[in-house]
């Protein structure tokens, strides 16, 4: 059975940073590209970012660029966002997703119907 478990959330102030984990079972995460996403109360699920299975890619949402950075280790399979600069705005629940394919599927990267597996998502809250 594929399991994605997210960990990492919590509630900070404005700056802060923190530090999600996708952890992968049930699958060889070498074989996977893995994005990010996340939904705000009564917003759409939006996709932040994506990296393909040998790390040699990467995209970031223009709302994240610059602040956000993705990375994984195959070997603890595992993948972590790095969030710097924490802004109210970014108060989601976030959520990991396999594709099943070793690149992330380019500009569509962001399109959570074309992932496989999703996590059950971690919250982040920013606040003051």
């Known amino acids: 059975q594929v399991r994605l478990v997210e960990s990492g959330g919590g509630l900070v102030q404005p700056g802060d940073s923190l530090r999600l984990s996708c952890v992968a079972s049930g699958l060889a995460l070498d074989y996977y590209a893995i994005a990010w996403f996340r939904q705000a109360p009564g917003k759409e699920r939006e996709g932040i970012s994506c990296?393909?299975?040998?790390?040699?890619?990467?995209y970031y949402a223009p709302s994240v660029e610059g602040r956000f950075t993705v990375s994984r280790d195959n070997a603890k399979n595992t993948v972590y966002l790095q969030m710097d600069s924490l802004k109210p705005e970014d108060t989601a629940i976030y959520y990991c997703?396999?594709?099943?394919?070793?690149?992330?599927?380019?500009?569509?990267?962001?399109?959570?119907?074309?992932?496989?597996?999703w996590g059950q998502g971690t919250q982040v809250t920013v606040s003051s």
């Open positions: 997703a396999a594709i099943t394919s070793v690149s992330c599927p380019g500009i569509y990267y962001n399109e959570y119907e074309r992932y496989d597996y």
């Open positions: 990296i393909s299975s040998s790390s040699s890619s990467s």
